[in-house]
């Protein structure tokens, strides 16, 4: 199932020592509470809530960068006060792209603003 991109919910036995009963979906966050419960016939019975609300259409808020009002030339002048020969020299290429990286998310930190933004 799992090659198909399915879960399978219930993992106990439903009748006897067997699982005759599916409850499968694409996303585990579908299902919530599945519960193995009380005697129906020769069949245990299965509890469980279905959650059917597109987990790609719940608002969520998240601070994303303001790009429009940043301060490009002040993040130039603070970018460019490091001595990269100096603080490179012998690193490998990991080593180097990683101060590359904290010295660019340090300067955006201080010279781009964020602003909340609603995705849907």
């Given amino acids: 199932m799992n090659t198909n ?3 399978q919910h219930v993992n106990e036995s439903t009748s006897g020592n067997n699982i005759f009963d599916l409850v499968m979906t694409t ?3 579908s299902i919530k509470g599945l519960e193995v419960t009380g005697k129906f016939g020769d069949h245990q019975m299965i509890d469980f809530s279905l959650d059917l609300q597109d987990p790609n259409t719940r608002t969520q808020h998240e601070q994303v ?9 002040l993040m130039k002048e603070v970018l460019g006060i490091y001595n990269y020969e100096v603080l490179m020299s012998n690193k490998n290429a990991e080593e180097c792209y990683m101060i590359l990286k904290d010295k660019t998310a340090t300067a ?3 010279h781009i603003q964020k602003e909340n933004q609603a995705n849907q």
């Avoid at 960068?65 to 030339?73: H, S, T």
Wanted: aromatic share 16%; proline share 0%.
């Fill in 5 to 7: 991109f399915l879960q």
């Fill in 27 to 29: 996303t585990v966050l």
């Fill in 65 to 73: 960068l303001d790009y429009k009002r940043a301060n490009f030339e």
């Fill in 108 to 110: 955006t930190g201080h």
